[in-house]
């Protein structure tokens, strides 16, 4: 057992090493657990089931996908501190699952962020430090040259990114960003890496997918003031692939957002099951930066997925930095 005030406490729990073969799953299961925001997880073939490391209290379940039960594992000192979160688990091959739980509070204390460059980022970049193995220093060059996973890949990102991420600033200096670091924070952070990432996919044969999700629903908006609304705010877009707005908000979904939900319930659920021809067997397009491939979502709240050009949105992005890649200079389409 090891413990440090910024480094990782690590529990183990001890299993029986006596070898169990696993019955074979059909289909899918959900995993029905209370506050469940699992960080981490791992599979367990020994006892046959899987530990999830839940983020919000720092405790484990234990989940049996056969039975659909589960137990709670509570740490002395550590579930129910809110400095700590649970962040890491994995079976060892030998009978023995280990836990990471790590106090970010101290680590957050003593690691600070480098400056922000961009009004509506409180602080830098949160990334891993490059040790050129797991975590690489130049994501462009590896990128454009192939050295990723050839798997297909959706990617995507809200229409109004900033809607979220300026309640912060403004809640420390009262003051909004302008139009133009608005621009700036969506091109650099979002726009411009999706389509980058989609293009070096297609130069190398691996299909991808883009997506832009636009709508702004009474019951998911965090604010509404001086004519302006949160709109397609950070991660709006998972309350339409869980169907939960209104068991966040108590307010009930319009019938065009029941069916916007539907529409992108239906094309998660195809690309789940078939990544490969999915998407395409509802006629969504590859992403082609030469052809209407990017695809609008909910925009002006109709239910619909429309195709458009790429360059429609990424045309500045030839002069954007990515700063999250550790780039010193702007990027091109590969």
């Known amino acids: ?7 990782p406490f690590i529990w183990a729990y001890f299993m029986s090493t006596a070898l169990s073969s696993c019955p074979p799953f059909q289909g899918s299961f959900n995993a029905s657990i209370l506050d469940l925001y699992a960080e981490s997880e791992d599979w367990d073939p020994v006892h046959c089931k899987i530990y999830f490391g839940l983020y919000y209290n720092a405790s484990v379940a234990v989940y049996d996908p056969y039975r659909d039960e589960y137990e709670l594992i ?8 809110d400095d700590y979160t649970i962040t890491g688990i994995d079976y060892d091959g030998m009978g023995s ?10 680590i957050s204390e003593t690691i600070r962020p480098l400056p922000s460059d961009n009004f509506l980022r409180t602080i830098s970049h949160f990334t891993p430090f490059p040790d050129e193995e797991i975590v690489f220093s130049d994501y462009i060059n590896r990128t454009t040259a192939g050295n990723f996973a050839k798997v297909p890949i959706m990617l995507g990102n809200t229409n109004n990114e900033d809607g979220f991420y300026r309640l912060v600033p403004y809640a420390q200096t ?11 924070f969506l091109l650099e952070s979002f726009t411009c890496p999706v389509t980058f990432q989609a293009s070096a996919r297609r130069n190398h044969g691996v299909p991808a997918w883009t997506f832009r999700y636009m709508a702004d629903w009474d019951n998911t908006r965090l604010y509404s003031m001086n004519g302006s609304t949160s709109g397609a705010y950070h991660m709006v877009d998972l309350h339409m692939i869980f169907g939960a707005s209104e068991d966040v908000t108590g307010l009930p979904p319009t019938v065009d957002q029941r069916n916007l939900t539907r529409i992108m319930q239906t094309a998660w659920a195809a690309f789940a099951d078939d990544p490969l021809d999915g998407l395409t067997s509802l006629g969504w397009p590859h992403f082609d930066q030469n052809k209407d491939s990017y695809i609008l979502l909910g925009k002006n709240n109709i239910p619909s997925a429309q195709f458009v ?8 992005c030839s002069t954007v930095t990515f700063g999250i890649f550790g780039t010193s200079t702007a990027t091109s389409l590969p």
Request: proline share 11%; aromatic share 12%.
């Open 97 to 106: 699952i280990y836990f990471a739980a790590k106090n970010m509070l101290a």
């Open 174 to 184: 009262g003051l909004l960003p302008s139009p133009q670091v608005v621009t700036e």
């Open 1 to 7: 057992m090891y413990t440090s005030a910024l480094c």
């Open 309 to 316: 050009a790429p360059s429609d949105w990424n045309t500045p």
């Open 74 to 81: 509570d740490f002395p000192g550590i579930t129910g501190n």
